[in-house]
């Protein structure tokens, strides 16, 4: 891309990674978008801060990256170390990014390409499993269905009221006027980056990009289930937020999913059974 390109900041949220994370930060370095600012939220309590902080004092690194920089993510890897790895970044967008995940090849040009191109303020991509084992049936399943479907909704608007299509809060890449507008991610466990997703659903209509561009880290039968149960728990809130917000008040964007679409949106409704959540929260 041209030198004038504008600078991404892939926000790196290091949990207990120490295994993955030095991997996870290659994919960074390997990518051939030119302007890259890297900000690494340490909220580890293993071996993970170490590695990270030989990683941002490597030359090769800061050679490569406009800037790179450790912030404490105060022994947490959930929103708290995602709003404070944005707060120190700068970049005209943002690239969120889990310490045990991957950033495939091309994935930062082909999403400025795909926002520029489009107008979107908030994009996700395809994702690609990573596992070291072979993964649970009802895992797989879940991970490919999901965004297989997206296409047979009428905008990606309705596909996110179903189900968390990025599948990972590493897979979103928005714009830092966004973020403004919309506000932090919230203090939700699990869901956080469906929470913040919908929240931007009332401002700009997501793109989806049908492309493998995120390395998504599998990790088994029992901790899917777990995972799937406590989203499910926190999706209550979720889905009674933005079911109240689009339905009192005004939406910029037009095509978000709300009575305005008339019979459709009662239909889906209905359909999806989130009735339930047409309450005020």
């Known amino acids: 891309m041209a030198a004038t390109s504008p600078l991404v900041s ?9 295994r993955h994370v030095s991997a996870a930060l290659e994919s960074v370095t390997a990518q051939d978008y030119p302007a890259i600012e890297l900000v690494i939220a340490d909220g580890s309590r293993d071996r993970t801060g170490v590695l990270v902080r030989t990683f941002a004092q490597d030359p090769r690194v800061q050679a490569r990256v406009q800037s790179v920089t450790v912030v404490d993510g105060q022994k947490s890897a959930g929103p708290e170390a995602v709003n404070r790895g944005i707060r120190e970044s700068r970049g005209d967008y943002v690239a969120l990014f889990n310490g045990d995940e991957r950033l495939l090849p091309r994935r930062l040009t082909r999403m400025v390409e795909v926002c520029q191109s489009t107008g979107a303020e908030i994009a996700f991509s395809r994702i690609e499993p990573l596992s070291e084992d072979s993964p649970a ?55 956080h980056g469906w929470d913040f997703l919908l929240r931007s659903l009332l401002v700009t209509e997501p793109a989806f990009v049908a492309e493998p561009l995120y390395g998504l880290r599998l990790r088994g039968h029992e901790p899917f289930v777990e995972h799937q149960r406590r989203v499910a728990k926190e999706a209550e809130t979720i889905l009674r937020n933005y079911f109240f917000y689009c339905r009192t008040r005004p ?28 309450v005020k929260p």
């Open 137 to 191: 049936p009802a895992e797989i399943e879940y991970v490919y269905s999901v965004q297989d479907n997206i296409e047979f909704f009428p905008t990606v608007g309705y596909a996110l009221l179903r189900h968390e299509s990025p599948l990972s809060r590493g897979n979103l890449f928005f714009s830092r006027p966004l973020f403004e507008r919309v506000g932090p991610f919230a203090p939700f466990e699990h869901a």
């Open 10 to 18: 892939v926000v790196v949220v290091a949990g207990d990674n120490e």
């Open 251 to 278: 939406l910029t964007n037009v095509v978000a999913p709300s009575p305005a679409w008339g019979p459709f949106f009662t239909s889906f409704v209905t359909a999806s059974r989130h009735a339930n959540y047409l």
